[in-house]
């Protein structure tokens, strides 16, 4: 498949567990970023990877990781986490790290996550 | 501080009628614009670009400097225009910030 695409699709988890979120792109981009998308917060950014660095955290909490092992996969590592972090999360990818003039974000169609 | 606002986060028109979905932006300089769209069950795409002065699906978006507005337009709304939009500055150097989104309605 071309573009961004996100695995799994739904996940259900308890507050005890361990889950891993993947994203993984086929353009040549080089930045790479997770969002949250709910209700209250529409479009929440999470962290911005460039080039496999991470360029950007935007004070999440430590019970998310993230993992970018190369420029074409990007990781959302979960760990006891809360209710309220029941959210879509979307993965989106860019020619260059904030998107460009022209080019802007393409998205991953996220994972929708419920934590019981 | 970078700020984009839409302030409307619902809004309901009949099919037909015209569109317009506001989005107005503080920023210290010439960011380029960018109007994203997220129909259901769909993933978030790029509807349109300022740099690009195109026009897609019918709706366009017209740059006020003055105003510091970004607003989208179509004159005649269908009800597969029913989604959530997204208006989205970007500055060389920064993110490209999105903003509370407006949910469209459109009634048969």
């Known amino acids: 498949e071309t573009g961004v695409t996100q695995t799994p699709r739904h996940l259900v988890m308890g507050m005890t567990n361990k889950k891993s979120l993947k994203c993984e792109q086929h353009l040549g981009h080089n930045a790479m970023y997770w969002y949250k998308q709910s209700a209250k917060k529409p479009l929440e950014l999470m962290f911005v990877?460039?080039?496999?660095?991470?360029?950007e955290n935007n004070s999440v909490p430590s019970r998310f990781s993230p993992e970018c092992p190369n420029s074409s996969h990007l990781f959302l590592h979960l760990h006891t986490l809360q209710p309220e972090d029941s959210a879509l999360y979307l993965c989106?990818?860019?020619?260059?790290?904030?998107?460009?003039?022209?080019?802007?974000?393409?998205f991953g169609s996220g994972t929708r996550l419920t934590v019981v | 501080a970078q700020r984009v606002t839409q302030p409307e986060k619902l809004l309901s028109v009949f099919k037909g009628a015209p569109v317009e979905l506001k989005c107005n932006y503080s920023?210290?300089?010439?960011?380029?614009l960018f109007w994203y769209v997220q129909y259901s069950r769909q993933r978030l795409q790029l509807l349109l670009r300022h740099i690009s002065r195109e026009s897609i699906k019918g709706f366009t978006a017209d740059l006020n400097k003055g105003e510091t507005s970004f607003h989208l337009k179509k004159p005649f709304a269908q009800e597969e225009d029913s989604a959530m939009y997204y208006c989205a500055p970007w500055e060389a150097g920064n993110m490209l910030t999105f903003g509370g989104g407006t949910r469209l309605m459109v009634k048969p």
């Open positions: 990877y460039s080039l496999e660095e991470r360029v």
């Open positions: 989106a990818s860019s020619q260059e790290p904030g998107g460009g003039a022209a080019y802007g974000y393409t």
């Open positions: 920023y210290s300089g010439s960011p380029e």
